[in-house]
Structures are given as C-alpha cells and as structure tokens.
C-alpha cells in the first residue's frame, strides 16, 4: 500500500483514503486520554485494594468496641472491593464514551440511555437484594450455607453476585438477585448422628454401657464437642440380617460434625473389638446369570 503524504498541505492521502491532519492529531489525542484513564483504572482498583486488606486486617486485630469479627470484616471487605471495581468500571467507561460521543445529539442519547435502562434492569434488581443479604446478615464470607441447588462454603458477597465453593472443589457464582432462600448451617451448633449396627445375638445394656463409655472419653477430648453426645438407645431392628442399631446423637461447631462423626465411629469400633462385641456379617446372595434367570 502506497502512503501519499504532502506535508505542505493539510490533508494526507493512505491508500486512497484522505485524512486531515486535524482528525489524525483528535483521533492520537483520544487514544492517550483512553490510555490515561485505563491506566488510572488499573491503578484506583490496586491501591483501592490494597487499602481495603489493611482495613481488615486492623479490623480483625483490633480490640475496639466498635470493631468486626473476622467474619464480618472479611465480607465487608469483599464487598468494598466489588463496590469499588463496579464504580471505577462506570467511571471509566462513562468518560470514555463521552470523550468519543462528546458531540452526539439529544435524541441518540436518549435512545442510549433507554436501551441502559433495559439492559441494567437486572444489575439493579441484584444490587437490591444483595444489599438486603448483607443489611439483614443472611450469611457471610465462610458460612456453609446452601442456596437453590448449590451447597457449600461462602468466598465472596458482591454487590451483584455471591460465590460458593462446594465440597468438591467447583465454584458456584449466584446472582444476588435470583436467590430467594437461603439454608446456613454455620449459625449455632450442628448435630451429628452415629448409627451403630450389632449383631442381634448382642446384649443391648452391655453394648450401651460400651458405647456409653466411649462416648463420654470422646466428649472430654474434643473441644469441637459443643453439647453432650447421648446413646438414644435401640433405633431400628432387622430381623432379616439379625441386627439392631443403636443412634448416637451429639453436638458440634458447624463443618466439624462430619469428622466427630467419623472419629466416634473409629473409637466405637476399637471398643467393640477389645470387648468382643460382634457387628452382622453381610450375607451375599449367589450371582444369577441373566439367561439363567429368565430361563427360570
């Protein structure tokens, strides 16, 4: 491609395409603005953040009367950092789009701003309700919570989303705005349950003074124990495996139960060992062959 330019005149031609060197020079100067404020972006959201985790972290130190648990802090810092990417986006993109549409007419920014209004109709709807979860203290950052068909534990609360991370690693991200209820089973203590299968041979006092004595050893050295564990008592019978099962029931701090649970039973099974307590035998049913059974 050829490039004609006449620098004696005040107009230049590329390709056959003429430009003047008025619209050359508006078109560089608009490009260094966009740059600057790109640049000044980047920069308000790093040392916005950075002042945002020292506010927390003093939070979460201090001693004050007025000051937030680690809880709160964090998810009142997560929430100042989405409020500030949100408004540093707008900002930005508003003075780009009026440094390109500074000229344009009434009409084409009413129609723009209509066609907004249409398109931020559900952000609104999600800042709306997302300001009710925090304002109400629906949960916060690190409750288990579950929320439609997503369980797990809360990262973030923003302004427009809140973000789970399930048990087996994926993340969930949920607009505020269509989350209509909410489970967290982080607020107040958790209940666990133990089933324990014996053999229906077994003498059911004996077994409950073994268990009974397993449980009250357990409850003194776990502090995640938050109410005393009980032996229930016979739960179920089964008459076709000869067995009977015994519930144990107790309290813990949430996201704890399921490892009380699995430790109680670990100690319930060595007990039953030394003691010779004997557990149902599972009993298989031969393997019939699909052409032998429908040749029956």
Do not use: C
Request: neutral net charge; proline residues 2%; without cysteine.
């Amino acid at each position: 491609m050829l490039i004609n330019l006449d620098l004696g005149y005040d107009n230049f031609n590329v390709g056959g395409i003429t430009f003047s060197v008025a619209e050359v020079e508006g078109l560089i100067n608009q490009g260094i603005r966009i740059i600057i404020i790109l640049i000044l972006m980047y920069l308000t959201i790093k040392i916005g953040k950075r002042i945002i985790d020292k506010f927390v972290e003093r939070q979460i130190k201090s001693n004050a009367r007025f000051s937030m648990d680690n809880q709160k802090a964090k998810t009142i810092g997560g929430v100042l950092k989405s409020v500030l990417r949100y408004v540093t986006y707008f900002s930005g993109l508003a003075l780009i789009l009026a440094d390109f549409f500074g000229g344009m007419s009434v009409a084409m920014a009413s129609v723009g701003g209509v066609a907004l209004g249409f398109g931020a109709q559900s952000l609104v709807k999600d800042v709306i309700n997302g300001f009710f979860i925090l304002f109400e203290d629906h949960y916060g950052v690190g409750d288990h919570v579950t929320i439609g068909n997503f369980t797990g534990i809360v990262e973030t609360i923003g302004i427009r989303t809140t973000s789970i991370r399930d048990f087996t690693g994926d993340l969930h991200l949920i607009p505020n705005g269509t989350i209509t209820t909410v489970t967290n089973h982080s607020r107040g203590n958790i209940k666990f349950i133990v089933d324990v299968e014996v053999s229906y041979e077994e003498n059911i006092d004996n077994v409950i003074g073994i268990i009974s004595e397993v449980t009250k050893k357990f409850e003194e050295r776990n502090e995640d124990i938050t109410s005393p564990i009980e032996v229930l008592g016979v739960n179920s019978v089964n008459p076709s495996k000869s067995s009977m099962i015994i519930r144990v029931s107790g309290g813990s701090k949430p996201l704890k139960q399921w490892s009380m649970e699995r430790k109680l039973r670990k100690e319930i099974k060595g007990a039953f060992d030394e003691k010779g307590i004997k557990v149902p035998q599972l009993i298989t049913e031969p393997i019939i062959k699909k052409e032998d059974k429908y040749d029956r």
